[in-house]
C-alpha cells in the first residue's frame, strides 16, 4: 500500500503538498542512469542516411544529444560496431557503410565520428558507452562487403543462419580477435562503458540450424551437451572482457542488455513467473551469471513489454530483477518505440500515454534499480514525442548523476579550490582551481556547480539545486540564467571518471548587477 501511495504521488499533476510531503529523492533522485541506445545500423537514428556530409553528420548528432539533454539524459549509448564495421577511425575493421554509404569509404580526413561524439556528450555532462555487436558480420545474404572485411579474410571463423553471417563464439581465436577488437576504442578513446545489446548466438529461425558441430567436436572444452558449450563459449567471452577492460582503465564500465527474460520459472525455480523467449535456452545467454559472478558492472535487460503482456508482465521481470542484482547496477531498457503501436503489437497498454512514465515509477520505488535506458533515440521525435515532454517536465526535470560503482572505485576526490565569483554584465562569471590529487592520482574529470537563492538551506544532496554538470576538466562557468539585482550562492564539486563527488567548495555569495538606467 505505501508503494502505490508513494507512485500516486508521482503522477505528472503533483500537488505543492505532495512536493513538501514526498522525499526528494523520489522526485528528483540525485543518482539516476538515464541512457538513450542511439543506433546506427541501417541509419535508424544516427546518421539519418549514409552519405551525408561531415558538417551534416556533426549538426544532426548534435541536434540528437540537445534533444536527450532537454530531456534529463545522462548517457547515450552509441553503436559503433554494427555488423564488423566501425563508426571510429582507431579501427582494425573497415568504416560502416552506414556512414558514407559504402563499406570501406572513409569519411573526410581529420574526422572521427566516436571522438567527436565523446566530446559533444561530456560537455553535456553526458556519459559515452560504445556499443558493440561482438559476433554479427553481415545484415543479409546480399550484403556487400569491403576487401577488408573479416568475412572475406577469414571466412573460416563464421557461421551463416538465416543468410546472415556470424562469428563463430566457439573458435577461441574468434573471442582473442572480438576482445582486441573492443579495447582498440578502451585504450583508444575517452569512453566512459563498453555496451553489449542481446545478440549472441542468433534468435531462431524455424527449419535452420546453426552450423557449429565441427567447431564442438574441434574445440569441446569438456562439454558433451553443445548447449552448455554455446553458453560457455559466451561466458568465455564476457570474463575475458571484463578482465581486459578493467586491466587498462578501471574506470571504464561493461555493460550488457540482454533480452528481459533469463529463464522462466517453468524452466528453472530461480527463473521469473513469466512465459516467453528464455535467454538461456534460446540464446545461449547465461545473463544471471553474469551478474552474479560480477562479470558485468551493470545488466540493462530488455524489458519491452507493458504492464498487462500476458506471458511477460512489465513488473514481473522488473522485480525479478531487483532480486537478481547481486551488488551490480540494473538499469530496465524500456521499448518507447513501442508507444501508440498496441494494435499492430496486439498489447492495447501501449496505446496509453503512461505506459512508460508508470514503468518510471515502478523502478523508482526499487531500491535495487538504478535507472532506464530507452530504445530507440528516433523515437523521441515520432511516436515517444509525448515521453520526452514527460521526462523534461516532470520525471527528468532536475539533473542527475550516474550511480557510483564502489567495486570500480570508492575513492572520493578532492574538493575545488578557491571558489570565485563575480558578478558580470553577461551573468555571473564562477572561476576555481583543480582539486589536489586523491589517493588513487585522480584530481577532477568533471564537475557539478550548484546554486542557491539568497535565504535558501544549502543543500548539495537535493538534485534541484543542481545548475550544470559537466564532464570536462574546464574549472569555469558563466552563469548567464540569473536575474538582475538578485543575490545567489554558489558551490562546486569535483566528479572523478566513476562519477564519485568530492566535498563541495564554497558557498560564495554574490550581487548580480542592477540593470542599466535608460537616459
Not at 249 to 254: E, G, I, M, R
Amino acid at each position: 500500500m505505501f508503494k502505490l501511495i508513494i507512485y500516486a504521488l508521482l503522477t505528472v499533476i503533483i500537488t505543492p503538498i505532495s512536493l513538501i510531503a514526498q522525499s526528494p529523492s523520489k522526485i528528483a533522485p540525485k543518482r539516476e542512469f538515464r541512457g538513450v541506445w542511439v543506433a546506427t545500423v541501417a541509419n535508424i537514428d544516427w546518421p539519418s542516411k549514409p552519405g551525408l556530409s561531415i558538417d551534416q553528420q556533426k549538426q544532426e548528432l548534435i541536434g540528437l544529444l540537445e534533444q536527450h539533454k532537454a530531456n534529463g539524459m545522462n548517457a547515450i549509448i552509441l553503436q559503433v560496431r554494427p555488423a564488423a564495421d566501425a563508426f571510429y577511425l582507431k579501427s582494425r575493421e573497415p568504416w560502416s557503410q552506414w556512414l558514407m554509404g559504402k563499406q570501406g569509404m572513409a569519411p573526410a580526413p581529420g574526422y572521427d565520428p566516436l571522438a567527436f561524439a565523446i566530446k559533444e556528450a561530456h560537455s553535456r555532462g553526458m556519459e559515452l558507452h560504445a556499443w558493440f555487436n561482438p559476433y554479427r558480420a553481415t545484415m543479409s545474404a546480399s550484403a556487400v562487403v569491403s576487401p577488408d572485411h573479416m568475412t572475406r579474410k577469414r571466412p573460416d571463423l563464421f557461421f551463416v543462419y538465416g543468410g546472415k553471417k556470424q562469428f563463430d563464439p566457439g573458435i577461441p581465436e574468434v573471442r582473442e580477435y572480438i576482445v582486441q577488437v573492443i579495447l582498440d576504442v578502451v585504450k583508444g578513446y575517452d569512453v566512459d562503458g563498453i555496451h553489449f545489446d542481446d545478440y549472441f548466438y542468433p534468435y531462431k529461425i524455424a527449419g535452420q540450424n546453426i552450423n557449429d558441430a565441427a567447431t564442438f567436436n574441434k574445440y569441446p572444452n569438456g562439454f558433451s551437451n553443445i548447449a552448455d558449450w554455446r553458453r560457455n563459449n559466451v561466458d568465455l567471452l564476457i570474463k575475458q572482457l571484463d578482465d581486459s577492460i578493467h586491466h587498462y582503465k578501471k574506470y571504464v564500465k561493461f555493460g550488457v542488455s540482454p533480452f528481459g527474460i533469463w529463464k522462466n520459472l517453468s524452466e528453472d525455480s530461480l527463473g521469473s513467473a513469466t512465459n516467453g523467449l528464455s535467454n538461456y535456452a534460446e540464446l545461449y545467454a547465461d545473463s544471471r551469471k553474469w551478474v552474479k559472478e560480477g562479470w558485468v558492472d551493470y545488466i540493462n535487460p530488455q524489458v519491452y513489454f507493458s504492464f498487462t503482456r500476458r506471458a511477460a508482465p512489465f513488473a514481473t521481470i522488473a522485480d525479478w530483477w531487483t532480486n537478481n542484482a547481486f551488488g551490480r547496477h540494473v538499469y530496465i531498457g524500456h521499448g518507447a518505440y513501442l508507444i501508440h503501436n498496441g494494435s499492430t503489437r496486439k498489447e492495447a497498454a501501449w496505446a496509453f500515454p503512461n505506459q512508460i512514465p508508470n514503468q518510471i515509477r515502478h523502478i523508482r520505488g526499487s531500491n535495487l534499480i538504478q535507472g532506464s535506458v530507452f530504445f530507440s533515440s528516433k523515437s523521441f521525435s515520432t511516436v515517444a514525442r509525448a515521453l520526452g515532454d514527460s521526462l523534461r517536465n516532470n520525471y527528468y526535470k532536475y539533473p542527475a548523476l550516474p550511480p557510483q560503482m564502489p567495486w570500480l572505485d570508492d575513492v572520493v576526490p578532492n574538493q575545488p579550490l578557491n571558489l570565485n565569483a563575480e558578478a558580470h554584465a553577461d551573468g555571473v562569471h564562477l572561476k576555481w582551481e583543480r582539486p589536489l590529487k586523491a589517493s588513487d592520482g585522480e584530481t577532477a574529470s568533471g564537475y557539478v556547480i550548484y546554486r542557491f537563492n539568497e535565504g535558501e538551506k544549502i543543500d548539495v544532496l537535493d538534485a534541484r539545486n543542481i545548475m550544470r554538470i559537466s564532464f570536462e576538466d574546464f574549472p569555469s562557468f558563466i552563469d548567464t540564467n540569473v536575474e538582475r539585482g538578485k543575490r545567489y550562492n554558489y558551490m562546486v564539486t569535483a566528479l572523478d571518471r566513476l562519477k564519485n563527488e568530492s566535498e563541495p567548495s564554497g558557498p560564495v555569495g554574490v550581487q548580480t548587477k542592477e540593470l542599466a538606467s535608460v537616459e
